[in-house]
């Protein structure tokens, strides 16, 4: 078994950096697991037309300086331009983000009455967030109508988020588990309530079989509870992959390997291939000629979708631990499928990930508008193309 320290990485794709700081709130409200951080539109002296926005999965608890940045000096300035519309920002942000949904709803619940009861005149509000965040708050807008309680909401939007579920590579669920005793957080990640709920297939240990998670089981039955959909907000979906294609990733390869002569010599961790019996991890030497082995799963790491470059992140902490012994062919892997951030209805997008989505009839998915990106992007990646469809459509029910 590998001896060397891992260096600790997200297996959801963020990467941990030392983000510029965020502007001062106007406004900061704490809430039950979380936090509120509310930033005026120009020239409001107070809530006028809210848009909360809700973060997603990652290690830890939320960072304002690290959500802000995406938000705004990325690809494009959204803060500023919804601002500058004059409309206010509400982030909403958890204590831990790998907590179960269930709990996480607490915070928002709680983000939507405060906002109503101070916003100055009766503008509506805008629900939504990024990835996670967009399922948290499509369960507390159908929770709360369905309880008869007023949200006050015009449009809800998801941002990227897994409606039908998201992809981890089998291989790299088996590798946190395989490097427990060194690096627990890394398994401890993979087992997080939000994880188990968030996933479409999850491995609990090392060598189990790929299924839906009893935690996921519950969440969706919890959400059908009340409806599954918000019924009153138009809803608007983003997808950061295109419509069509694929990701450019092959299935059946070696998308991280050891070095041959090396550390790692014999270790690999394949891309999803279909069929029986398909080995998306080899331990080799190194992790006791462990083997992972799955069937019946689609080629899930080449559809077109949000992507994560998650054999990269991998391959970086193996790299920090042992320098030179390992190769990462294949950085990126589908993370969100476009049939699941658009939430295809009447179809499985599991069993045809390479379908076309580019413009479904109204009766094809949960949305009343939704925009794919050109091409395939990196997951929750703020765009000029994006951001501005969506402020676009903030503008015409404000």
């Not at 405060?114 to 967009?134: D, H, I, K, N, Q």
């Not at 299924?211 to 059908?224: K, M, Q």
């Not at 069937?295 to 077109?304: I, R």
Request: with cysteine; net charge negative.
């Amino acid at each position: 078994m590998i001896k060397s320290n891992i260096a600790n990485w997200d297996l959801m794709g963020r990467t941990k950096k030392d983000a510029p700081e965020a502007p001062k709130p106007d406004v900061v409200w704490k809430l039950p697991g979380g936090t509120a951080w509310v930033y005026y539109g120009v020239g409001n002296r107070g809530l006028v037309r809210p848009v909360i926005l809700s973060d997603g999965f990652h290690q830890g608890a939320t960072d304002l300086n690290e959500i802000w940045d995406g938000l705004e000096r990325g690809k494009f300035a959204f803060a500023t331009n919804l601002r500058n519309r004059r409309c206010d920002l509400v982030i909403v942000g958890y204590d831990d983000c790998t907590a179960s949904i269930l709990d996480n709803a607490r915070a928002v619940t709680e983000c939507i009455f405060r906002s109503s009861a101070e916003r100055m005149g009766s503008a509506p509000l805008a629900v939504g967030g990024f990835s996670m965040g967009g399922l948290i708050t499509r369960y507390v807008l159908a929770k709360l109508e369905m309880e008869r309680m007023d949200h006050q909401t015009d449009t809800y939007f998801s941002y990227d988020s897994p409606h039908h579920g998201a992809w981890m590579p089998i291989g790299l669920q088996a590798l946190a588990h395989a490097l427990r005793d060194l690096a627990p957080e890394l398994s401890e990640q993979v087992n997080s309530p939000a994880a188990r709920q968030l996933l479409w297939r999850h491995i609990e240990e090392f060598g189990a079989t790929p299924g839906e998670d009893p935690e996921r089981t519950r969440f969706l039955e919890a959400l059908n509870r009340f409806g599954g959909w918000p019924q009153r907000p138009r809803k608007l979906a983003l997808a950061n992959g295109a419509g069509k294609g694929n990701s450019g990733v092959p299935a059946g390869k070696e998308a991280l390997h050891g070095v041959s002569g090396g550390a790692l010599d014999g270790f690999a961790l394949f891309t999803q291939a279909t069929g029986d019996n398909k080995v998306v991890f080899q331990g080799g030497p190194a992790f006791d000629k462990l083997e992972q082995r799955v069937s019946g799963l689609p080629e899930a790491d080449g559809a077109h979708g949000g992507t994560l470059e998650s054999f990269d992140l991998a391959f970086k902490a193996l790299n920090v631990a042992l320098p030179g012994a390992a190769k990462c062919p294949y950085p990126s892997t589908s993370f969100v499928p476009t049939g699941s951030a658009v939430a295809l209805r009447g179809a499985d997008p599991w069993k045809d990930l390479s379908a076309d989505v580019t413009n479904l009839s109204p009766d094809r998915t949960e949305f009343d508008d939704y925009k794919c990106a050109s091409q395939n992007e990196r997951h929750t990646l703020m765009t000029e193309e994006l951001g501005t469809w969506l402020l676009d459509r903030l503008a015409q029910h404000r």
